[in-house]
């Protein structure tokens, strides 16, 4: 098996104070350790009986503008960018997070004391695996002038173009990893353009900006105090937009590709890509598994008992992704007793079974239930190109195509002498048996 990387959370928890950026409340935020699996959730304790609101496409709220804000029962949370970026860049799977305002602080408008708090306790690694979003075709949004574009990759990069008349074009492309995160965005800070100032404020935000945590371009082309890096404009809209992304639950496996976009057009492009059915296909990074799982240990998460068992061995797979396992046939199969005797065929539906037995055990041994059975929810596209009979070796593969909560979506293939046989759609319902 090859190295896999593992969820993430903080050793122990880190409190931070300040004031809110947009509406200027003070803000005392706690961001504590999580367990695996539980992503990133937001807790207002100023408030009684409010909900825990967990960072997702839904919980997007449009709120306050030039911000990221979420919203669940009537729970708002403002201005998250900075924070979630922090988060990602950091690659924290799993944090709780309790404040007492509507907004995180806004610190020194950059990222970095996040990082440093969160250093100084350090990082706990969790036994699971890491999941990222795979990109397998070019997925991009646009509005006149911006676009957003998601392009298949082995790695996360990002290339950000930054047009804006009050200065020149900045440009710049990074591979995003935790060193060059750390290094080379967290730093940027927040910028607002002088002549931008009193409209803001006629919108009732920046209540809590200063020279302190906005860094402002002045008519002039200069600034308030001195730039951090040459190009810290795009620096600081590429912090954002790993922030924003983030909403998703997870990062993904892309070349991000970002012209003149903001907070709102990033959440509507995590939103599209959820509509797209995209973020169903959230995998792990485990390696593909090629030591082979033997029939007893199929059958250990799999419910089924002789004459119905229809996979010998699972012989490699990937965790969320795909297997591949073998049914071998002999003429002493109970099935060959009353279907063609004279001329032995073993059924199409138990083709589609097997398929169906190999795709339920991929999905139940990631998840570890015992408790958990795999029904059919539907099978479409069957098509059986070539019989099956005493003697021959099924080859069977199946991949899952779509995964939303306890419903899979899986193609299924077998083989023969390397042959295609049979092919089907299925869908496959997780349930539980009720046992406690």
Not at 161 to 188: K, L, R, V
Not at 340 to 348: C, N, Q, Y
Request: net charge negative; hydrophobic share 40%; charged share 25%.
């Amino acid at each position: 098996m090859g190295i896999v990387e593992s969820q993430q959370t903080l050793q122990s928890e880190i409190t931070v104070s300040g004031v809110g950026l947009m509406l200027g409340a003070p803000v005392d935020l706690t961001i504590k350790p999580a367990p695996a699996d539980s992503g990133i959730v937001f807790q207002r304790i100023d408030q009684k009986g409010t909900y825990e609101v967990k960072v997702c496409p839904e919980n997007w709220a449009d709120v306050l503008p030039r911000c990221t804000s979420l919203q669940d029962n009537g729970t708002t949370i403002s201005s998250i960018e900075h924070l979630m970026s922090a988060l990602a860049g950091l690659r924290i799977d799993n944090a709780r997070i309790e404040l007492n305002a509507q907004e995180p602080p806004a610190l020194d408008g950059s990222a970095l004391t996040y990082i440093t708090n969160i250093q100084d306790v350090g990082l706990k690694k969790q036994d699971v695996p890491r999941r990222f979003i795979e990109i397998t075709e070019p997925f991009a949004i646009s509005d006149e002038n911006k676009q957003l574009i998601f392009l298949p990759s082995d790695t996360f990069e990002i290339t950000f173009a930054y047009d804006h008349p009050g200065t020149e074009p900045q440009f710049a492309t990074w591979e995003m990893t935790e060193e060059t995160y750390i290094n080379e965005i967290a730093p940027a800070r927040s910028f607002c353009f002088e002549s931008e100032i009193e409209a803001l404020k006629s919108l009732g935000i920046g209540k809590g900006a200063s020279y302190d945590n906005v860094l402002i371009v002045e008519t002039d082309g200069g600034t308030s105090s001195e730039l951090r890096f040459k190009d810290e404009f795009v620096r600081h809209k590429t912090l954002d937009l790993i922030g924003d992304l983030y909403l998703a639950g997870h990062l993904p496996k892309a070349q991000v590709i970002a012209m003149r976009t903001g907070h709102t057009f990033h959440a509507q492009f995590v939103q599209a890509l959820d509509e797209k059915s995209i973020l169903d296909t959230v995998k792990t990074n485990e390696s593909k598994v090629t030591q082979p799982v033997e029939a007893n240990e199929i059958y250990r998460i799999l419910p089924h008992r002789h004459p119905m068992c229809l996979v010998d061995r699972v012989i490699e797979y990937e965790n969320g992704t795909r297997a591949v396992g073998i049914k071998n046939l002999t003429f002493n199969e109970p099935i060959f007793e009353g279907h063609f005797p004279a001329h032995p065929v073993m059924p199409g539906v138990l083709q589609v079974e097997a398929l169906a037995q190999l795709g339920a055990w991929l999905l139940l041994q990631e998840i570890g239930e015992e408790d958990q059975l795999g029904y059919f929810r539907s099978i479409s596209k069957a098509t059986f190109r070539k019989t099956a009979i005493p003697g021959d070796q099924l080859r069977l593969e199946v991949e899952i195509v779509q995964r939303r909560s306890n419903l899979a979506r899986i193609k299924g293939e077998i083989f023969v002498d390397g042959a295609l046989a049979t092919e089907a759609e299925l869908s496959i319902a997780l349930a539980s048996t009720g046992n406690e």
